[in-house]
């Protein structure tokens, strides 16, 4: 057993270590690892600077971009007249038929309430499926992206566009133009026109206009029936559709 002047010599040794060791970590704590150099913690560092996440607009794009914004909503050219704006809530997509009586525009409209199915020419409800089977409710599950028919076209598939991808006819046969913008997201606009499509050089009113703004709800789709009698545009909340008046031939079919 140590006596008293060696214990008191082996507790102050004892303090002096740990004191050696509480000074090393100090020191050490002043100091910092970087990629394997050691820095001291008072260097500066020079802060690194973020790139633009995005470049600018160029004057023509932003000419253009403004252009776009002051265009307001218009009513649709001759021949073009609205027919309807349904409301569908819970819309998911759309997708056009042909009636097998007399060739007429139908649209079918999917959404979270199941299946329904419209008169292009009058906007009227001609059939309603409140419980498709699993398999169908919505196009996603098939590779082309299609529901089964139901009222008069049932039997048959309809192509679907909308929230699950797909698309519609954006140009006719005989010139007219359809295109969904968004100068100022996430509000998109339909522009219909007769010069070729963007970036449209004339004054709008004349051979472009504005005729959509999904400013209230979600976009889904907008296109031409392959007939390029009818235009149709979707949100989340309806559908607006537009005709060509009685007397109008049958040579303006739709293309992508």
């Not at 995005?54 to 265009?71: C, D, I, T």
């Not at 992206?145 to 049932?154: D, K, V």
């Not at 048959?156 to 909308?162: E, L, N, Q, Y």
Request: glycine share 10%; with cysteine.
């Amino acid at each position: 057993m140590l006596d008293m002047d060696h214990q008191a010599a082996f507790i102050a040794c004892k303090e002096a270590c740990l004191n050696a060791d509480t000074q090393h970590l100090r020191w050490q704590a002043r100091r910092s690892v970087d990629h394997g150099a050691v820095t001291n913690s008072t260097d500066k560092i020079t802060p690194v600077e973020r790139p633009d996440l995005e470049p600018k607009l160029s004057a023509y794009q932003q000419a253009m971009r403004e252009r776009l914004l002051a265009a307001p909503v218009v009513s649709t050219p001759e021949p073009w007249q609205s027919v309807a704006l349904v409301p569908v809530g819970g819309l998911l997509g759309i997708g056009f038929a042909s009636h097998p009586e007399d060739r007429r525009d139908l649209v079918m409209v999917v959404s979270r309430d199941g299946h329904g199915l419209f008169d292009a020419v009058t906007g009227e409800k001609i059939a309603r499926d409140r419980e498709p089977g699993p398999e169908d409710e919505t196009p996603d599950s098939m590779p082309d992206m299609s529901c089964p028919g139901l009222g008069p076209i049932t039997g048959s598939r309809v192509h679907i566009a909308g929230l699950f991808g797909g698309g519609l006819h954006t140009t006719t046969a005989d010139g007219w133009y359809l295109e969904v913008v968004t100068p100022a997201w996430p509000n998109d606009r339909v522009l219909l026109s007769r010069d070729g499509g963007l970036p449209h050089s004339g004054p709008h009113g004349e051979r472009w206009w504005h005729i959509f703004h999904s400013n209230y709800s979600e976009f889904r789709a907008a296109g031409f029936s392959p007939s390029g009698q009818t235009i149709a545009v979707a949100t989340s909340s309806d559908i607006s559709l537009w005709t060509r008046k009685t007397g109008q031939g049958h040579s303006s079919r739709a293309e992508h």
